[in-house]
């Protein structure tokens, strides 16, 4: 039973076969297989394809053990291993601690342990007795798609640091701004949270709020810490900073849509915001988050021309202006409603 030899993985097989022979020659495996002929047969024909670091154990214990003292990229796992704790547990244990890629090699099946075994997400699934062929073929596109996976892990952290970097320059510009992103990102990811966004969308949505205001390194520092009101020249040259931002990050590959975030993080619901004045759904969900956690941070934060206000003004400010009846919805009420919750149950406090 294939179900993995499809589509994508196919293309990834035929696509970078070699590189998958370079890392099967380097790759480290463990078997685990209560049955130990069976155990010993797996490593010999894994050993056959030429990689060296093939490694068996026959119950749950051991392998748990062995995984603790040594790098494994891939597990080869049977399910029945005649104890209390079976191969679909021991994985769950082992991706708790561990990453490293599995296949299921086993002779026990039934559409109930297959249901089980696939919602641990293994790389492959091959039944007792299998054709070593397609043993090395789920092999190679395993250790294939854990090299891909963990260099996706490099390169996010790389932008990370990017994004950290960027914050630390908006931070040397301007204190003030720096410590409103960090508030706004906080904010933003609590109301993403309270509304049951995915897990990536709210990641993106903490990034993008922790420069949002980067376009604001472009604007001149007497204009931002200015004591007094802003001539009509000067607040145009700070509205346009979410262009700025935009222009600076837009090539820059983030796995997340953050310079169309910070694009339109002060456009408005009814049309009114800037700088391309779209409404509704054309406001991505993210950037009408960080602007109700934008307009709350900003209200209830000290500025150079006025002292903080207190967060009922906050509050107030974004549910007079979410209503779709009142002429001027400005906000998105159900995000305004998750913020809104997060305050008055106090859920949430900056």
């Known amino acids: 039973m294939n179900f993995f030899m499809s589509g994508q993985l196919k293309d990834n097989y035929k696509i970078k076969r070699m590189q998958d022979e370079l890392s099967l020659l380097n790759a480290h495996i463990l078997i685990v297989d209560d049955e130990i002929e069976i155990a010993r047969l797996t490593k010999r024909i894994i050993e056959s394809f030429g990689c060296v670091n093939v490694n068996t154990v026959n119950n749950w214990k051991d392998a748990l053990n062995f995984l603790e003292k040594n790098t494994v990229d891939l597990t080869i796992m049977d399910i029945d291993l005649s104890s209390t704790v079976d191969g679909i547990d021991l994985v769950k244990m082992i991706k708790e601690k561990y990453d490293c890629a599995i296949i299921y090699l086993t002779g026990w099946f039934n559409d109930d342990v297959f249901q ?45 640091q990017t994004i950290v970097a960027m914050e630390k320059t908006v931070a040397m510009k301007d204190p003030y701004t720096s410590r409103h992103q960090n508030r706004v990102s906080r904010l933003a990811v609590a109301i993403g949270e309270e509304m049951g966004l995915a897990p990536d969308i709210i990641e993106g949505i903490r990034y993008a709020g922790l420069i949002h205001e980067y376009g604001k390194i472009f604007v001149p520092t007497e204009i931002l810490s200015k004591p007094g009101k802003l001539s009509d020249v000067q607040f145009e040259l700070i509205k346009d900073h979410p262009l700025k931002g935009y222009e600076a990050l837009i090539n820059i590959d983030f796995p997340w849509p953050i310079a169309e975030i910070i694009l339109q993080h002060h456009e408005r619901m009814d049309g009114s915001g800037y700088p391309r004045k779209l409404s509704g759904d054309d406001i991505m969900l993210e950037a009408r988050i960080i602007a109700v956690a934008d307009v709350v941070s900003s209200i209830t934060s000290y500025k150079s021309y006025r002292e903080a206000k207190p967060i009922k003004t906050a509050l107030d400010e974004i549910e007079t202006n979410k209503n779709p009846y009142s002429g001027e919805q400005l906000y998105d009420p159900d995000v305004v409603a998750a913020c809104l919750k997060l305050f008055r149950e106090n859920i949430f406090s900056f």
């Not at 798609?145 to 990370?160: C, D, G, S, Y």
């Open 116 to 160: 089980k075994a696939k919602s641990t997400y293994p790389s492959g699934y091959l039944l007792k007795p299998f054709d070593s062929n397609s043993l090395k073929a789920h092999i190679e596109i395993a250790l294939h798609n854990q090299t891909m996976k963990q260099e996706n892990v490099i390169l996010k952290r790389a932008i990370i």
